[in-house]
């Protein structure tokens, strides 16, 4: 399994099948200049940060886009060969297995007209060979316990940017109850409004469990 950073909360898993998720890449000054061929993409929710590029990509590409009931219809609405889910749920897309789970903020599509509600914002663990999961935007919440025992995913992708999610504290104290082999930041440094240290954030995590963590540049690959 090979896992690049997008920037921001963007990443590609290349195991069998190639995943995208949360591909902002147009005013994302992080993105790296990565041709993106995904089989299937997920958005985690509606903010322009995360749906980003993903009917656009979906377009030119024929992905399928796995995304809550709301945003699934959305995107449809727009010729997107999508597949709607929700909370607790998991689907198989082309062999992948994508699980929804929660997350604490909130889900306004940025694209659409003021009022178009993007659904709840999530999480997925997305199972190929190997089980990732990404905890979307979110604040800190004590189910991730739970996350842990029954998904056990090997890798976190996990927000520190603060602000807008959790930050080095509250992630922490997530990948310290979800104990992933590896846990890898995302969501800071994109703008000013959430630059961090991932440094601190490794500090914090070694302080609490074993996880590894893997501070990547966007652009760099991780392979497992
Ligand atoms: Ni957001
Ligand atoms: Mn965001």
């Not at 590894?212 to 540049?217: G, R």
């Given at each position: 399994m090979r896992i690049t950073w997008l920037g921001h909360a963007g990443f590609e898993i290349e195991d069998r099948r190639n995943v995208v998720i949360d591909p902002f890449i147009k005013g994302n000054p992080l993105a790296p200049d990565i041709e993106l061929e995904p089989d299937i993409m997920a958005v985690t929710h509606g903010h322009a940060d995360h749906l980003g590029d993903a009917v656009e990509i979906a377009q030119e590409t024929g992905a399928t886009l796995v995304a809550i009931h709301e945003i699934a219809n959305y995107a449809a609405g727009k010729g997107v060969e999508a597949e709607g889910m929700n909370m607790g749920g998991t689907i198989e897309v082309n062999d992948v297995q994508f699980t929804m789970t929660q997350a604490w903020h909130s889900s306004g599509i940025d694209a659409a007209e003021f009022g178009f509600s993007g659904g709840d914002p999530a999480g997925y663990v997305i199972e190929d060979r190997a089980r990732v999961?990404?905890?979307?935007?979110?604040?800190?919440?004590?189910?991730?316990?739970?996350?842990?025992?029954?998904?056990?995913?090997?890798?976190?992708?996990?927000?520190?940017?603060?602000?807008?999610?959790?930050?080095?504290?509250?992630?922490?104290?997530?990948?310290?109850?979800?104990?992933?082999?590896?846990?890898?930041?995302?969501?800071?440094?994109?703008?000013?409004?959430?630059?961090?240290?991932?440094?601190?954030?490794?500090?914090?995590?070694?302080?609490?469990?074993?996880?590894?963590?893997?501070?990547?540049?966007?652009?760099?690959?991780?392979?497992?």
């Open positions: 999961y990404h905890a979307g935007d979110t604040a800190l919440f004590s189910d991730m316990r739970l996350i842990g025992d029954l998904y056990r995913p090997e890798v976190m992708l996990v927000p520190i940017g603060d602000r807008f999610t959790m930050g080095p504290r509250e992630a922490a104290l997530a990948v310290s109850w979800v104990r992933p082999e590896i846990a890898i930041p995302m969501h800071y440094d994109t703008f000013e409004a959430v630059e961090q240290d991932p440094d601190e954030f490794a500090e914090l995590v070694e302080g609490l469990c074993d996880t590894e963590v893997v501070v990547l540049e966007p652009g760099e690959t991780l392979e497992l």
